[in-house]
C-alpha cells in the first residue's frame, strides 16, 4: 500500500483549542460537517451533504490523545485510516496535519472512486478550521449530493485586483501554493505545474478583464469565474460545467484554492497557511 496522503496547516490557536474543535460535535458541524456526535472513546461520527458517501456516518475512532485523533472511515467499501496531529508551532500556534490511507493520485485524477477527493477534501477543510479561528467566513463547503458545483464568496478587493490575482502566474503561484504558468489570453494555456513540465495543459476559452474568465480543462469540463464589483469588494462566483459526472475532487480543489484567495487580498502580511 502507497504512503498516506497527508496536508499540512498551520491555524492560530493553541493545541488544546485545537484539540476541542477537532472533537467538539458542536464545533465541528461549524467547520467540517452538516451533522457530527462524539462521545469518545466509543463514538467520533460526522456525516451529510457536505461528506463524500455522507447519507450516514463511516467513521469509528481507533485511538485519541492529546496530540492525536485517529478513526478509521469507511469509504467506497474501503476501510480506510484517518489521523489528526497536532504540533505546537508556538503558544498560540498549532500545525495541523491530517493524513489518510487508501489515496491514488491517479485515481483522483480519473475520479473512479471517491477515495480520489480526499486530498482536495481536507485541502478545503483544514483551511476551514484555520478561517474558524481567525474569525472570518469560511470557505463554501460542497454539496455531495448535488451535481451543481457552484459557490459563491465575497472578497474585501477591487475586481480588477482579483481578476490580475486569478490570471497572472506569479501571483497564483503564491496563493495556490503550486506552479501554475498562464498565457493570459482567449485560446491561452493554462498549466497547472508549469508550460514545461505540463503536456496537455487546460486552454483559456473567455477572458473579460475585471469580469470572467473560463478555462476548459478537458474531461472534468469548465472552470468559470465571475466577478462583480460593489463598494470596493468584489463578489466571486465560481462555476464547474460540461461535464458527465460531478468532478468533486477538481471542484474541491478550486474551492479550498479560493479560502487563500481571499486571505491573499485580506489579510496583512499574508502568508500561506500551508506547511510543506
Not at 184 to 199: Q, S, T, W
Request: glycine letters at 8%.
Amino acid at each position: 500500500m502507497s504512503e498516506p496522503m497527508t496536508v499540512r496547516a498551520r491555524v492560530q490557536a493553541p493545541v488544546k483549542e485545537v484539540r476541542h474543535a477537532l472533537t467538539d460535535a458542536a464545533t465541528m458541524r461549524l467547520w467540517l460537517a452538516e451533522h457530527a456526535e462524539v462521545d469518545l472513546p466509543d463514538r467520533y461520527e460526522f456525516w451529510g451533504r457536505h461528506t463524500p458517501e455522507g447519507d450516514a456516518p463511516h467513521q469509528r475512532p481507533l485511538h485519541v490523545d492529546d496530540h492525536t485523533v485517529r478513526f478509521s472511515w469507511l469509504l467506497d467499501g474501503v476501510d480506510t485510516t484517518v489521523e489528526f496531529g497536532l504540533e505546537e508551532e508556538s503558544p498560540e500556534t498549532t500545525i495541523v496535519s491530517v493524513s489518510q490511507t487508501h489515496f491514488d493520485f491517479q485515481e483522483a485524477l480519473a475520479e473512479s472512486t471517491i477515495r480520489g477527493v480526499i486530498q482536495t477534501y481536507w485541502c478545503l477543510m483544514l483551511a476551514n478550521l484555520a478561517e474558524h479561528f481567525d474569525g472570518r467566513p469560511l470557505t463554501p463547503k460542497p454539496d455531495f449530493t448535488s451535481p451543481d458545483l457552484r459557490a459563491e464568496v465575497l472578497i474585501a478587493a477591487s475586481a480588477e485586483k482579483v481578476f490580475d490575482s486569478l490570471i497572472d502566474s506569479e501571483s497564483v503561484t503564491r496563493w495556490f501554493g503550486f506552479p501554475i504558468e498562464i498565457e493570459p489570453h482567449v485560446g491561452g494555456r493554462f498549466a497547472m505545474g508549469g508550460l514545461a513540465d505540463n503536456p496537455n495543459p487546460a486552454k483559456i476559452v473567455e477572458l473579460e478583464p475585471g469580469r470572467k474568465l473560463s478555462v476548459d480543462w478537458g474531461g472534468v469540463g469548465v472552470s468559470t469565474w465571475e466577478l462583480a464589483e460593489s463598494g470596493g469588494k468584489t463578489r466571486l462566483t465560481m462555476v464547474q460545467s460540461g461535464f458527465d459526472r460531478p468532478p468533486y475532487a477538481a471542484w474541491l480543489g478550486t474551492i479550498s484554492g479560493v479560502s487563500e484567495l481571499r486571505r491573499f487580498h485580506e489579510v496583512a502580511d499574508w502568508s500561506p497557511i500551508w506547511v510543506s
